[in-house]
T-cell receptor, first 110, second 108 residues
């Protein structure tokens, strides 16, 4: 049981480049979330999904897109990366209770 | 928008001292969760409080949910160096809003 996994662990992008972060969970959870964590600001919800094929906006959705084509996977896309998107990104999954977090992706946009 | 305010931002204690962090919301929460994040790690779920006035204990940790379901606290009795980390509350307003966290440092 791997829980929640995220790839990649680290990435450096140049401004304007695109990338996709992958989150996978093997707990059969319905709910999945993408957060970003910046120093002193806690975790802020970017997008979330309440089931396969559904997505919804969170607190800070601008500049990001998501897809949940399979129940176990939740993808976060950056179409044109900006320095303001430098952050640590966490994925989480849950089913009516505790959220289980992945190890995070540290993204730097130059 | 919805916000969960958490204080203090930092707390430095001597090992054996107690520690408390507080979360406040301007609107009623359906429930509140608490997480701990060790340096360099990811948030790990500690507990969920659902009922008004609820108090739950986990060994040296005591969690409270206010009567109005607008505030919550986490109290650690006799801190140990293993308690080091950042403690977050997360309020459920149909989607989760995290507090900014309280970073706890424990001096041996």
């Amino acid at each position: 049981n791997a829980g929640v996994t995220q790839t990649p662990k680290f990435r450096v992008l140049k401004t304007g480049q695109s990338m996709t972060l992958l989150c996978a969970q093997d707990m059969n959870h319905e709910y999945m979330y993408w957060y970003r964590q910046d120093p002193g600001m806690g975790l802020r919800l970017i997008h979330y999904s309440v089931g396969e094929g559904t997505t919804a906006k969170g607190e800070v959705p601008d500049g990001y897109n998501v897809s949940r084509l399979k129940k176990q996977n939740f993808l976060l896309g950056l179409e044109s990366a900006a320095p303001s998107q430098t952050s640590v990104y966490f994925c989480a999954s849950s089913y009516l209770g505790p959220q289980y977090f992945g190890p995070g992706t540290r993204l730097t946009v130059l | 928008g919805q916000q969960v305010m958490q204080i203090p931002q930092y707390q430095h204690v001597q090992e054996g001292e107690d520690f408390t962090t507080y979360c406040n919301s301007s609107t009623t929460l359906s429930n509140i969760q608490w997480y701990k994040q060790r340096p360099g790690g990811h948030p790990v779920f500690l507990i969920q409080l659902v009922k008004s006035g609820e108090v739950k204990k986990q060994k040296r940790l005591t969690f409270q949910f206010g009567e109005a379901k607008k505030n919550s606290s986490l109290h650690i009795t006799a801190t140990q160096t293993t308690d080091v980390g950042t403690y977050f509350c997360a309020g459920d307003f149909n989607k989760f809003y995290f507090g900014s966290g309280t970073k706890l440092n424990v001096k041996p």
